[in-house]
């Protein structure tokens, strides 16, 4: 599926990547499934959905537990327009299929030393473990630098691609 994302990104270096690039495993954030879901989010809503289709359909789409939790609480009380806690567990039981990690004590171990190396949140740090341990290339969100690498995996936001 061709994206309807302004297509490309470019890193520092001069790098560029597309969202259509032939890459691996790719993370997805909470807010951007968020976004994928909640009807009230206008043009995010309609990137995030694309996003989330085309790795459906590539089968490269990765998450984890935390994501699945924390996307739970956003999308049925936190958006404009909530969903009922039923419609979230049938999109949580579909992300299921997605490739999915469940940290454990030395990932979360892991995600401290992320966060105090590179001053991030501790729950932005766990993300970045998973996606690691996923051997993601990508990690799709809005919470940090487009184009930051931290533990190999680079930091897309899906909505300032340009």
């Avoid at 297509?7 to 994928?36: H, K």
């Amino acid at each position: 599926m061709v994206l309807t994302l302004v297509p490309r990104a470019e890193l520092p270096g001069g790098e560029q990547i597309s969202m259509n690039d032939n890459l691996r495993r790719q993370f997805v954030d909470t807010n951007v499934l968020v976004y994928a879901h909640d009807i009230s989010a206008g043009i995010k809503h309609e990137k995030a959905r694309d996003l989330i289709l085309s790795l459906w359909d590539s089968r490269r789409g990765c998450i984890s537990l935390q994501v699945l939790q924390e996307f739970y609480v956003t999308i049925v009380q936190k958006v404009a327009k909530p969903v009922a806690p039923e419609t979230a567990a049938r999109i949580i039981a579909d992300l299921g299929q997605w490739t999915l990690h469940v940290p454990d004590v030395e990932d979360v171990l892991e995600a401290i030393e992320i966060q105090q190396r590179n001053e991030l949140s501790f729950w932005d740090s766990l993300i970045i473990c998973s996606a690691k341990k996923l051997g993601c290339d990508v990690i799709w969100t809005e919470d940090l630098n487009t184009g930051q690498r931290y533990e190999g995996v680079v930091v897309l936001n899906p909505f300032h691609l340009d």
